[in-house]
């Protein structure tokens, strides 16, 4: 679980001097530092708060050397002390202040850095709040003393890098030591006459913060008993040489602004703030984040504090401070001519007795002086305050006004805001619609893209099965047109044998009846020659021989009959069978027509079938491209208007 470790606050300031400089009324703030930090000193532990005061005295430079300008302070570095030479009606009054630490007009920024703000940089990044400020009138080297030389080209340090580049490199060199999970955050903002500007704003916004209608960058109580500055930029950084940059544009700001409103960097106040927040494990394994802030401030010429538009409240403890002083001074004055009339008291002589009385009198009269002042000046201020109490009265009015304006605003505002969130609402309901349709299109896609793979697959069968069918098909018929001339042949030579074989037949037929023939005609010419023998023989004989002649005659016939009856039976035989094999050879010649006609219609109807299949895959194919295009298109369409839309809620919530 993370948790934010937040300490208490540390601070600490550095008051610049030049040695030809008496401190003066102003000055009575270090001392007042001084004392502050020594007041607390008592406290530290209680309060958690630990102010130091440095004072740092730069050497007489080449002018002043020039002009003999007399060195009127002394600096003792061991016993952290500064004396202040003054010469007061001729007078020689030296004075001392005493500081938490000093550097005199030869220390080195090095010897400023190590000693003083090393401590509290380690501090911060042990999740303190620490802030170093330089105060001193204007040429006394607060600038030197924070910022320092610019950086050599080749991005090295020169010795008189001051505090802030100093620190900044310090703090990266700790947190890479330690290879820390940190992140680190930046602002830079100058304050000027009252008036915040925040020195890393992008210039829009600068011109914005110029225009009164929008919300200036205000400092805020943070509740804590701190306080924040709200709107301004914070930028993160990672490297040292970010922050160097951040901080040269910064600077660059400020100068331009400076150049722009005539103002002088005396006058104003600069704070550089470093944010980090370190990520630490405890030894229970609990993640802690470290925060720690390092503020450094670049105050304004102290003696221009007046003129940056601060009233910062001293003066008025002076007066009051004078006036008690004064009561005190009378108090002690009637008490001493009491003790003088009682005599009671010590005797004093006539002529100081005399000047006390005077000294008195005019105290007297200085103070009636000063009451009467001081009524009609309470009168004035009365008048005063009344006037600006109806002038309040009129702004308390105006500003009502301004609020019931402002709330009107607002209340359009946050209606616009609201319809801004319903369209935003609305247009990312529309952007996932589109991005499921973009995902179904891309699936499609796929899926098309698999179906085209699986029927290429089966298209590169089909043609490896068909090609081997056809090459199946073309084998049987090429062996079935074999086989059937071979039968052909066959057959041919089967009825050649039987033909010749007949033809034999009918030839022996045909001689056995021809000798048959010609039997029969040696027999009837036998019997001729019998008849006319016997001729004239007798007529028994005769008959005898006719019926001898009609019975060989009958049997001849009967024989001839039995002989044509098996020549038409053999004929007819015959004629039978060529017909029966003439009717087989047709039947079986028409068989293998219908086959080959089959064969030849399958195949047929195969490249047929293979042609609409091809056909039909070039269809789906042109389906689904154009599909594609179509869904490409309406994509196009949908991506182009939800891009008006951003873009109209862009220029809207912008508005
Ligand atoms: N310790 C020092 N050693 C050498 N020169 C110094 C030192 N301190 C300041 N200077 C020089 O004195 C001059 C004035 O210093 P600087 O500009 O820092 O004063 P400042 O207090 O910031 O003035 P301002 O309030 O006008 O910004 C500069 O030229 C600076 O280089």
Known sequence: MDSIQQQQRRGGGLVSLSPSQTPRSSDKSARDLRSESNLSGKHDKDKGVNVQVLVRCRPLNEDEQRARTPVVISCNEGRREVCAVQNIANKQIDRTFMFDKVFGPTSQQKDLYDQAVHPIVNEVLEGYNCTIFAYGQTGTGKTYTMEGGARKKNGEFPNDAGVIPRAVRQIFNILEAQSAEYSMKVTFLELYNEE??????????????????????????????????????????????????????????????????????????????????????????????????????????????????AREINQKMMKSAMIKDLYSEIDRLKQEVYAAREKNGIYIPRDRYLQEEEEKKAMAEKMERMELESESKDKQKLEETEHSLLDLEEKHRQANATIKEKEFLISNLLKSEKALVERALDLRAELEDAASDVSGLFAKIERKDKIEDRNRIVIQNFQLQLTQQLELLHKTVAASVTHQEHQIKDMEEDMQSFVSTKTEATEELRVRLGQLRTMYDSGVKALDNITLELDGNSQSAFTDINSEVSKNCSSMEDLFSRIALEADKLLNDLQSSLHKQEEKLTAYAQQQREAHARAVDTARSVSKITVNFFKTLDMHAANLSQIMEEAHTVNDQKLSELEKKFELLFISSSL
């Open 196 to 309: 915040i500007t925040d020195l890393l704003a992008p210039e829009e916004c600068s011109k914005f913060i110029d225009d009164k209608s929008k919300k200036p960058i205000a400092l805020m109580e943070d509740g804590k008993g701190g306080v924040f500055v709200r709107g301004l930029e914070e930028e993160i950084v990672t490297t040292a040489n970010e922050i160097y940059k951040i901080l040269e544009k910064g600077s660059a700001k400020r100068r331009t602004a400076e150049t722009l409103l005539n103002k002088q960097s005396s006058r104003s106040h600069s704070i550089f703030s470093i944010t980090i927040h370190i990520k630490e494990c405890t030894p229970e394994g609990e993640e802690m984040i470290k925060c720690g802030k390092l503020n450094l401030v670049d105050l304004a010429g102290s003696e221009n504090i007046s003129r940056s538009g």
